[in-house]
């Protein structure tokens, strides 16, 4: 016997290539390890990355909650310009405003807030705005006087408000 002339007992076995399409294509039945092969993957929006690199500004941001905000007056009058009105007028925000003292602020009227600079010579009848104390000594020096308005009063006033508000309403033609 020659060695051409050997045969084996077992066929010749070729090794397996693994992923080159058919049923087992991919990963070949050997699966997918790391990121996809966890829980909730997902790759992180390119949006995000930026955002993160971006510098920020320090303090709380304009979407937290109203109550970390002061909401004191948001205008305020000196005492010199109250000149403007004449003796026994009542002073309210209204009126303030209707003088020109002060603007809208978002479409309606403002918190206001009386500062003792400067002097008053007419006796007026201030309400429904905060008043300094030295603004206050000023005003009843001059004849005046300061009433700061009742809860009860300032819950009416409101009342009355949202009645208007609702008249009006009601009586604006409807859009098509």
Do not use: W
């Not at 002061?70 to 010199?80: F, K, M």
């Not at 403002?110 to 007419?122: C, M, R």
């Not at 000594?137 to 009860?152: C, D, F, Q, S």
């Amino acid at each position: 016997m020659q060695i051409h002339q050997i045969k084996r007992v077992h066929p010749n076995k070729k090794s397996k290539l693994v992923a080159r399409g058919g049923k087992r294509g991919k990963t070949a039945g050997k699966g997918g390890k790391g990121q996809t092969a966890r829980a909730g993957h997902r790759v992180r929006p390119a949006m995000r990355d930026i955002i993160k690199k971006l510098p920020k500004l320090r303090g709380h941001g304009k979407n937290r909650a109203k109550s970390v905000f002061y909401r004191g007056p948001e205008a305020v009058v000196n005492l010199s310009a109250m000149n403007v009105f004449t003796a026994g007028d009542k002073v309210t925000p209204e009126t303030i405003l209707a003088k020109g003292l002060v603007k809208m602020v978002m479409g309606r009227v403002p918190k206001i807030k009386v500062l003792g600079t400067g002097d008053i010579t007419v006796a007026i009848n201030v309400s429904f705005c905060e008043v300094s104390v030295t603004a206050k000594e000023k005003i009843e020096k001059a004849g005046g006087t300061v009433t700061l308005p009742e809860v009860k009063e300032v819950v009416e006033k409101v009342k009355k408000v949202k009645k208007v508000k609702k008249a009006a309403k009601k009586a604006a033609p409807k859009k098509k």
